[in-house]
T-cell receptor, first 115, second 122 residues
Framework: GAGVSQSPSNKVTEKGKDVELRCDPI?????LYWYRQRLGQGLEFLIY????????KSGLPSDRFSAERTGESVSTLTIQRTQQEDSAVYLC?????????????FGDGTRLSIL | AQTVTQSQPEMSVQEAETVTLSCTYD???????LFWYKQPPSRQMILVIR??????QNATENRFSVNFQKAAKSFSLKISDSQLGDAAMYFC???????????????????FGQGTILTVHP
């Protein structure tokens, strides 16, 4: 596709359930980033992928959060045993490389609501 | 660690007028990039303008320009001839230029401010 695609667009689930969020980056983009945006706030960095390795996981808030990436394509962010504080919009971005000259292109995000 | 602060939770402007959004940041690095992103209700983050810290000249993109004051660590966005379509949440963001810094490796991740909601009145 032309841009970064995220699915689902919205997800409502019960506390304690596991959820999986998907990101399809722009074709050819080797760098992929996940961010979290709580209501009315800025984005918080979660994890960075270069290819299918994750050299920076420093933003993952707890061990309930994990992510993986298949080659230089799809990435999934998994949240286990969801808590109400996990409610947020989860945004994915990709770029050609992690070089700072490369702009990050964002998807529309997944709005996660934990009941 | 770097921090970005936007002290104006909300701003408003009349259509065709000019508005300035403020941003300050804290860093010990000398080389970095600063960005302004726009987020309409559709949630997509749209890059508005970018500034390299080593460039003294302020960046300009059509009606959007910045006032970059490196010594003051200030990076404000000016929107001229405001249009209804400019209404959105605006975020200031910082990105290290180095692959490694005193705190570790940045890998180009963005550090965002809290955002400013801009309302444009017809």
């Amino acid at each position: 596709g032309a841009g970064v695609s995220q699915s689902p667009s919205n997800k409502v689930t019960e506390k304690g359930k596991d959820v999986e969020l998907r990101c399809d980056p722009i074709s050819g983009h080797t760098a992929l980033y996940w961010y979290r945006q709580r209501l009315g706030q800025g984005l918080e960095f979660l994890i960075y992928f270069q290819g299918n390795s994750a050299p920076d996981k420093s933003g993952l808030p707890s061990d309930r959060f994990s992510a993986e990436r298949t080659g230089e394509s799809v990435s999934t962010l998994t949240i286990q045993r969801t808590q109400q504080e996990d409610s947020a919009v989860y945004l994915c971005a990709s770029s050609l490389a992690h070089g700072v000259g490369q702009p990050q292109h964002f998807g529309d995000g997944t709005r996660l609501s934990i009941l | 660690a770097q921090t970005v602060t936007q002290s104006q939770p909300e701003m408003s402007v009349q259509e065709a007028e000019t508005v300035t959004l403020s941003c300050t940041y804290d860093t010990s690095e000398s080389d970095y990039y600063l960005f302004w992103y726009k987020q309409p209700p559709s949630r997509q983050m749209i890059l508005v303008i970018r500034q390299e810290a080593y460039k003294q000249q302020n960046a300009t993109e059509n009606r959007f320009s910045v006032n970059f004051q490196k010594a003051a660590k200030s990076f404000s966005l000016k929107i001229s001839d405001s249009q209804l379509g400019d209404a959105a949440m605006y975020f200031c963001a910082y990105r290290s230029a180095g692959l490694a810094n005193a705190g570790g490796t940045s890998y180009g991740k963005l550090t965002f401010g809290q955002g400013t909601i801009l309302t444009v009145h017809p």
